[in-house]
Nanobody, 117 residues
Framework: QVQLVESGGGLVQFGGSLRLSCAAS????????MGWHRQAPGKQREFVAS???????NYPDSVKGRFTISRDNAKNTVFLQMSSLKPEDTAVYYC???????????WGQGTQVTVSS
């Protein structure tokens, strides 16, 4: 079992920045691919970013160049730095962890990000 606790969501103005954090426990952090997904009201959940234990990152075009994912392996924490935020970034953001050895996926409880225009 992997437990994930997100923090850092909130209300920000158009063009502003916000940093999300996610603390993981219950598994060896280096064995996890960490990531973020989001779900806006009335829309399907979508992939936002991922990072491997060797810090190889991946982003969809919708956030590339604006969002940066990073991880602190010593603190078992992953971050999502979001800048140039747009109203369409408004969503509940979920931290995810994939256990490489088993393929199991774990989700955090989510944190709300609201971007005002």
């Amino acid at each position: 079992q992997v437990q994930l606790v997100e923090s850092g969501g909130g209300l920000v103005q158009f063009g502003g920045s916000l940093r999300l954090s996610c603390a993981a426990s219950g598994s060896i952090f280096s064995g996890l691919v960490m990531g973020w997904h989001r779900q806006a009201p009335g829309k399907q959940r979508e992939f936002v970013a991922s990072i491997t234990s060797r810090s190889i990152t991946n982003y969809p075009d919708s956030v590339k160049g604006r969002f940066t994912i990073s991880r602190d392996n010593a603190k078992n924490t992953v971050f999502l730095q979001m800048s140039s935020l747009k109203p369409e970034d408004t969503a509940v953001y979920y931290c995810t962890a994939i256990v490489v050895s088993t393929g199991n996926i774990y989700w955090g409880q989510g944190t709300q990000v609201t971007v005002s225009s």
